[in-house]
T-cell receptor, first 115, second 113 residues
Framework: ETGVTQSPTHLIKTRGQQVTLRCSSQ?????VSWYQQALGQGPQFIFQ???????GRGNFPPRFSGLQFPNYSSELNVNALELDDSALYLC??????????????FGPGTRLTVL | QKEVEQNSGPLSVPEGAIASLNCTYS??????FFWYRQYSGKSPELIMF????GDKEDGRFTAQLNKASQYVSLLIRDSQPSDSATYLC?????????????FGKGTHLIIQP
């Protein structure tokens, strides 16, 4: 069984630029969630995608957007990067949404540094 | 505002002893509770989940849930140096819509050889 994969591993951008992060979900999992984890903090929920549509969103501005593709892989796009966007970006997949059985399995993450 | 609170630590425990990690949550509608382990520079790894009041055991790990007190704990028996990590408590509220988890800031656990 293939786990969750993410690319790239590390990324350095400058303030105002745009970035795209990618995620492939675990085999058999059709739902992908994205989280931002700042240093010393727990992960914060950005949004979730199910059947290629945004299924829910946390407290993040519209410059954070995403996509899900028919093969369940996903992208996170961040426009107009700010210094505070520097963080570990985590993708998590789960077999199905909308139930209480919501075990989420994380990929290795992408470390984004904004200068 | 849904909140999950954990003592940030560090919590230092001798090798072979029981490590006890605690978590409280604010949303009474929360239905699912998860413990993740995160090594420095790595992503969180799911180690336990619990949905019903009481205890759930898996190997050296026991999760305890008390919904009336809005309290979740994780016990690690026979602690090993490899258990040294940050332990994140995560909570999912019931209902439809987003299935995002709300995480605490984590407890840094150190197992002393």
């Amino acid at each position: 069984e293939t786990g969750v994969t993410q690319s790239p591993t590390h990324l350095i951008k400058t303030r105002g630029q745009q970035v795209t992060l990618r995620c492939s979900s675990q085999s058999g999992h059709n739902t992908v969630s994205w989280y931002q984890q700042a240093l010393g903090q727990g992960p914060q929920f950005i949004f979730q995608y199910y059947r290629e549509e945004e299924n829910g969103r946390g407290n993040f501005p519209p410059r954070f957007s995403g996509l899900q593709f028919p093969n369940y892989s996903s992208e996170l796009n961040v426009n107009a990067l700010e210094l505070d966007d520097s963080a570990l970006y985590l993708c998590a997949s789960t077999p199905r949404p909308g139930t209480d059985y919501n075990e989420q399995f994380f990929g290795p993450g992408t470390r984004l540094t904004v200068l | 505002q849904k909140e999950v609170e954990q003592n940030s630590g560090p919590l230092s425990v001798p090798e072979g002893a029981i490590a006890s990690l605690n978590c409280t949550y604010s949303d009474r509608g929360s239905q699912s509770f998860f413990w993740y382990r995160q090594y420095s520079g790595k992503s969180p790894e799911l180690i336990m989940f619990i949905y019903s009041n009481g205890d759930k055991e898996d190997g050296r790990f026991t999760a305890q849930l008390n919904k009336a007190s809005q309290y979740v704990s994780l016990l690690i028996r026979d602690s090993q140096p490899s258990d040294s990590a940050t332990y994140l408590c995560a909570v999912k509220s019931s209902g439809g819509g987003a299935d995002g988890l709300t995480f605490g800031k984590g407890t840094h656990l150190i197992i002393q050889p």
